[in-house]
């Protein structure tokens, strides 16, 4: 069965410091999604692409965050520099991204981040 | 504005039915997604409804009344790794998923 990869699981890092999540999606899905979700709240919207082009990026906060997906396939999400606030965990979805389609969106495992 | 409500926590017993309940508001309304979520693990897709009534999966059915702006989460037969969180998300008519923050389901013995 199909998966959305995601590495790495887990990331402690100190604040200032930079991190990056890698996420793969799921062979021929053209959307991708990055999620942040806190816990004890539902996932947050971070940014959308289809294929290679950001799609919605509103929430992203770009003082500190940025998200490429330079081929339209696999994708990283960098934060720098990380703040304390920024603990929790990071999801990445993906969908097949048929234009004006109700598309179920499938989750990787995720990456835990610990900022110290 | 754009909302989902659900509750925080529910308590059932195993072998029971539970019903979790989802009201929304969203900017137009392109279906209603119930996704189960263990925890420190990712969402896992359970359900969409985007037609008025009742959609059955095994132990597991998801309803939906546009009209009301209303879904409900029915289990069955409940088994302990029931236990999660299930989330209740309505797509609005940019094809964004609004997200409720969850209902933890514990199940007891």
């Known amino acids: 069965e199909a998966e959305v990869a995601q590495s790495p699981r887990y990331k402690i890092t100190e604040k200032s410091q930079a991190v990056a999540f890698w996420c793969d999606p799921i062979?021929?899905?053209?959307?991708l999604y990055w999620y942040r979700q806190i816990l004890g709240q539902g996932p947050e919207l971070l940014v959308q692409?289809?294929?290679?082009?950001?799609?919605?990026d509103s929430q992203l906060p770009k003082d500190r965050f940025s998200a490429e997906r330079l081929k339209g396939v696999d994708s990283t999400l960098k934060i720098q520099p990380a703040e304390l606030g920024d603990s929790a965990m990071y999801l990445c979805?993906?969908?097949?991204?048929?234009?004006?389609?109700?598309?179920?969106?499938?989750f990787g495992p995720g990456t835990r981040l610990l900022v110290l | 504005g754009q909302n989902i409500d659900q509750p925080t926590e529910m308590t059932a017993t195993e072998g029971a039915i539970v019903q979790i309940n989802c009201t929304y508001q969203?900017?137009?309304?392109?279906?209603l997604f119930w996704y189960q979520q263990h925890a420190g693990e990712a969402p896992t897709f359970l359900s969409y409804?985007?037609l008025d009534g009742l959609e059955e999966k095994g132990r597991f059915s998801s309803f939906l009344s546009r009209s009301k702006g209303y879904s409900y989460l029915l289990l069955k037969e409940l088994q302990m790794k029931d236990s999660a969180s299930y989330l209740c998300?309505?797509?609005?008519?940019?094809?964004?998923?609004?997200w409720g923050a969850g209902t933890k389901l514990i199940i007891k013995p």
């Open positions: 998300a309505a797509m609005d008519s940019n094809y964004q998923l609004i």
């Open positions: 062979s021929g899905h053209a959307t």
């Open positions: 969203t900017s137009g309304f392109n279906g």
């Open positions: 979805a993906s969908s097949l991204g048929l234009a004006g389609n109700q598309e179920t969106q499938y």
């Open positions: 409804n985007v």
């Open positions: 692409f289809q294929d290679e082009s950001v799609v919605d």
